[in-house]
């Protein structure tokens, strides 16, 4: 079993920068995969960046050069960077790691872009 702890979240202005941090309750070395998703209201959950277990990162278009997915071994934990935040982004965040052939989810964190 896996937890998921997210945190970081909030309300920030246009072209404001936030940083989501999810943080595991075991050691994320040997996840396969470790995701970001998003979900806005009446919308589908969307994947926006994941990272393997090597350190390839891969992002939905409408993200690339603005969000960065990293992680920390040392602290279990993965993170998104999101600058130049844009009111579409407006979403509940979601993390999930894919381990021994199982998704694990934390719970969602809100993100508002708004002026």
């Known amino acids: 079993q896996v937890q998921l702890v997210p945190s970081g979240g909030g309300l920030v202005q246009p072209g404001g920068s936030l940083r989501l941090s999810c943080a595991a309750s075991?050691?994320?070395?040997?996840?396969?995969?470790m995701r970001w998703y998003r979900q806005s209201p009446g919308q589908e959950r969307e994947l926006v960046a994941s990272?393997?277990?090597?350190?390839?990162?891969n992002y939905v278009d409408s993200v690339k050069g603005r969000f960065t997915i990293s992680r920390s071994i040392a602290k279990n934990t993965v993170y998104l960077q999101m600058d130049s935040l844009k009111p579409e982004d407006t979403a509940v965040y979601y993390c999930?790691?894919?381990?021994?052939?199982?998704?694990?989810w934390g719970q969602g964190t809100q993100v508002t872009v708004s002026s």
């Open positions: 075991r050691s994320i070395f040997s996840f396969n995969l």
């Open positions: 999930n790691a894919y381990w021994g052939s199982a998704d694990y």
């Open positions: 990272i393997t277990a090597s350190g390839g990162t």
